[in-house]
């Protein structure tokens, strides 16, 4: 499950706060539009809902920051990088080891059947 | 134990220090990490899972050594990213050893034998090496073949140097008792000062999350390792932890006592949770509601975390705190009895 891809809608059922603790949480770069329209990329590492004027930080995607940005500064912020956590790697790592480990041991039974004749070999 | 006098003279100083000044909370061991960058991709880590422009970042040397100077804890770990690919880790060792901190230096010990040349044997020098069991067992934890092979030559390649070095293993669910204590023996027969020992966290971000062992499976495990120790294993850490981690103690969490460091800040909570950042070590302890972590809070992100991160500081304060805690570590170093 992953919020790549993701464009909210801040409305009655999606508040801009419950976008941002997405986007804190959210291990890729995303684009925060701003009321004005202005867009900047990058990756929200932090926010702080707790204080007198609640703001999240990013460094950008040229990883210059970290910026500050005031809560009420934000219109929404879209999901737009990729999703450094999702995937399997640890699915992807033992299936490979087992294919690995097959076809050692078909290349070994070939060897054997090559090198041993049998009974009524030639 | 393998802690040298030295070392535990000052962390047992250090402790009875905050303890006479009636400080409450104070941090033991500072994680250091300078960047995120790793040249491994282990399928139970939480700290790489970043974007490119993150992990080309790094911390500088200045950065570094203020957030040790703010925070004053004893001891530095230097965990990562691989801290070997720091550009300048020679240059913050340098710095942290000229302030008497006990680093350790957390590597895999794939770039340990090419940059050796970079560091000087000291007391206060550890090179802490990632082995996560034998030969097949850690190269499957680190998603790749040879790197214990590689890890090997490293710590081989220090010694020789006279490098203090240590092993440090994380186990996840399916480790194997039997498989562990030859893994024990096999690392204290290549002359490692000691080991180091925890059981792996769920990080939410790590690609595995079927095999991080719960609490009881934690005690199963520990326990058959553990009980009839060789009076050879030797290993770098409290061992009241050791037996917490056997299910013969019972301690609650100290999130602060392994305050963590980054190039976003001071994290919140502790070393494993990343709920947040604060600008300063002060803000952290003053403003996190440090209430809401550990068993007790009722937490379940902390439900069945006994990583040392959290619970070694508790062990180490247990000690100092009474003098039943004392002897009882005395106990445990002198028989050596787990």
């Given at each position: 499950?992953?919020?790549?891809?993701?464009?909210?809608?801040?409305?009655?059922?999606?508040?801009?706060?419950?976008?941002?603790?997405?986007?804190?949480?959210?291990?890729?770069?995303?684009?925060?539009?701003?009321?004005?329209?202005?867009?900047?990329?990058?990756?929200?590492?932090?926010?702080?809902?707790?204080?007198?004027?609640?703001?999240?930080?990013?460094?950008?995607?040229r990883?210059?920051?970290?910026?500050?940005?005031?809560?009420?500064?934000?219109?929404?912020?879209?999901?737009?990088?990729?999703?450094?956590?999702?995937?399997?790697s640890?699915?992807?790592?033992?299936?490979?080891?087992?294919?690995?480990?097959?076809?050692?041991?078909?290349?070994?039974?070939?060897?054997?059947?090559?090198?041993?004749?049998?009974?009524?070999?030639? | 134990?393998?802690?040298?006098?030295?070392?535990?003279?000052?962390?047992?100083?250090?402790?009875?220090?905050?303890?006479?000044?009636?400080?409450?909370?104070?941090?033991?061991?500072?994680?250091?990490?300078?960047?995120?960058?790793?040249?491994?991709?282990?399928?139970?880590?939480?700290?790489?899972?970043?974007?490119a422009?993150i992990?080309?970042?790094?911390?500088?040397?200045?950065?570094?050594?203020?957030?040790?100077?703010?925070?004053?804890?004893?001891?530095?770990?230097?965990?990562?990213?691989?801290?070997?690919?720091?550009?300048?880790?020679?240059?913050?060792?340098?710095?942290?050893?000229?302030?008497?901190?006990?680093?350790?230096?957390?590597t895999?010990?794939i770039?340990?034998?090419?940059?050796?040349h970079?560091?000087?044997?000291?007391?206060?020098?550890?090179?802490?090496?990632?082995?996560?069991?034998?030969?097949?067992?850690?190269?499957?934890?680190?998603?790749?073949?040879?790197?214990?092979?590689?890890?090997v030559?490293?710590?081989?390649?220090?010694?020789?140097?006279?490098?203090?070095?240590?092993?440090?293993?994380?186990?996840?669910?399916?480790?194997?008792?039997?498989?562990?204590?030859?893994?024990?023996?096999?690392?204290?027969?290549?002359?490692?000062?000691?080991?180091?020992?925890?059981p792996g966290?769920?990080?939410?971000?790590?690609?595995?999350?079927?095999?991080?062992?719960?609490?009881?499976?934690?005690?199963?495990?520990?326990?058959?390792?553990?009980?009839?120790?060789?009076?050879?294993?030797?290993?770098?850490?409290?061992?009241?932890?050791?037996?917490?981690?056997?299910?013969?103690?019972?301690?609650?969490?100290?999130?602060?006592?392994?305050?963590?460091?980054?190039?976003?800040?001071?994290?919140?909570?502790?070393?494993?949770?990343?709920?947040?950042?604060?600008a300063?070590?002060?803000?952290?302890?003053?403003?996190?509601?440090?209430?809401?972590?550990?068993?007790?809070?009722?937490?379940?992100?902390?439900?069945?975390?006994?990583?040392?991160?959290?619970?070694?500081?508790?062990?180490v304060?247990?000690?100092?705190?009474?003098?039943?805690?004392?002897?009882?570590?005395?106990?445990?170093?002198?028989?050596?009895?787990?």
């Open positions: 499950m992953t919020l790549e891809g993701w464009i909210p809608q801040i409305n009655e059922y999606t508040s801009l706060q419950e976008v941002v603790e997405f986007a804190f949480d959210y291990r890729g770069n995303t684009t925060v539009v701003k009321g004005d329209g202005s867009e900047i990329v990058g990756y929200v590492f932090n926010r702080n809902s707790d204080a007198p004027e609640p703001f999240i930080q990013l460094f950008d995607e990883g210059d920051g970290p910026f500050n940005i005031p809560y009420r500064d934000i219109a929404t912020i879209k999901f737009t990088g990729k999703d450094t956590a999702a995937g399997n640890w699915k992807a790592w033992v299936e490979r080891k087992e294919k690995e480990k097959a076809l050692r041991g078909a290349a070994s039974g070939a060897d054997r059947l090559g090198s041993d004749p049998g009974p009524h070999g030639s | 134990m393998s802690v040298p006098v030295s070392q535990m003279y000052t962390v047992a100083s250090y402790v009875i220090k905050q303890k006479l000044s009636g400080r409450k909370r104070y941090p033991l061991v500072l994680m250091l990490e300078p960047l995120f960058r790793c040249n491994l991709a282990c399928a139970g880590c939480g700290k790489i899972q970043y974007p422009q992990l080309k970042k790094h911390l500088t040397v200045e950065q570094c050594v203020r957030a040790v100077d703010e925070c004053g804890a004893p001891i530095v770990s230097i965990p990562g990213g691989e801290p070997l690919m720091y550009p300048d880790i020679d240059k913050l060792v340098i710095e942290l050893v000229k302030r008497k901190k006990y680093v350790y230096l957390c895999n010990a770039l340990l034998k090419e940059k050796l970079l560091f000087s044997p000291s007391k206060y020098l550890t090179f802490s090496v990632h082995m996560d069991g034998l030969r097949e067992d850690h190269d499957e934890a680190v998603c790749r073949d040879g790197v214990f092979d590689e890890a030559v490293g710590i081989k390649a220090a010694l020789e140097r006279g490098f203090r070095v240590t092993t440090n293993t994380t186990l996840f669910d399916g480790a194997s008792p039997l498989r562990m204590r030859q893994f024990f023996d096999e690392m204290m027969n290549l002359g490692v000062e000691g080991m180091m020992l925890s966290y769920s990080y939410s971000k790590a690609p595995d999350q079927e095999h991080f062992l719960r609490q009881t499976r934690t005690n199963q495990l520990f326990s058959e390792m553990l009980s009839r120790n060789k009076r050879q294993w030797k290993f770098n850490q409290s061992p009241l932890f050791l037996r917490f981690l056997m299910g013969k103690q019972d301690f609650e969490c100290t999130p602060w006592g392994n305050p963590t460091f980054n190039m976003f800040g001071w994290q919140r909570p502790c070393y494993l949770l990343q709920e947040g950042y604060a300063t070590f002060q803000e952290l302890m003053e403003t996190t509601r440090w209430e809401n972590y550990g068993k007790k809070s009722g937490n379940e992100k902390c439900r069945d975390c006994m990583v040392h991160c959290g619970y070694e500081a508790t062990a304060d247990y000690t100092f705190s009474s003098v039943k805690g004392f002897a009882e570590t005395v106990a445990v170093t002198l028989t050596g009895k787990l």
